[in-house]
């Protein structure tokens, strides 16, 4: 049951155009926390927790079945796209030289944000 129950999550939570668009925002994160921005600094970890989190809750939302949850699952995904959008800010402000590389992450991240936006409006227009 254990490995049933592993490959749901894996497929419910790619059920939306969001996930992805998060996962590749994600890959930036990582990307930028390596080579150029040091762990341990607050902004920093915040960010790769905010994008974490914003994954996370995008799995769940895709995995649950009522509309009220699906919901609250998403709308905490927006929460924390926010948190990154604004640490993505904090960032760009002290080490302007990334401006162009977070550029790319910040599409990503508003695409990810619209998407997910339209998840919550369909859901709650459906309730």
């Known amino acids: 049951m254990g490995m ?9 939570s790619q059920d939306t155009d969001s996930y992805p668009s998060a996962l590749r925002f994600y890959d930036h994160v990582l990307s930028l926390a390596g080579p150029h921005l040091r762990r341990g600094q607050t902004h920093d970890d915040q960010l790769v927790d905010a994008a974490e989190s914003t994954l996370r809750s995008l799995a769940e939302g895709g995995c649950s ?8 699952f998403y709308r905490t995904a927006q929460g924390s796209a926010g948190e990154c959008a604004g640490c993505l800010t904090i960032i760009e402000r002290k080490f302007p030289a990334l401006r162009s590389r977070l550029a790319e992450a910040r599409g990503e991240l508003e695409l990810t944000s619209r998407l ?8 709650d227009r459906c309730r």
């Open 65 to 72: 079945f009522s509309p009220g949850t699906k919901s609250r």
């Open 116 to 123: 997910t936006h339209g998840l919550v409006r369909r859901i």
């Open 4 to 12: 049933a129950r592993g490959l749901r999550s894996r497929a419910c």
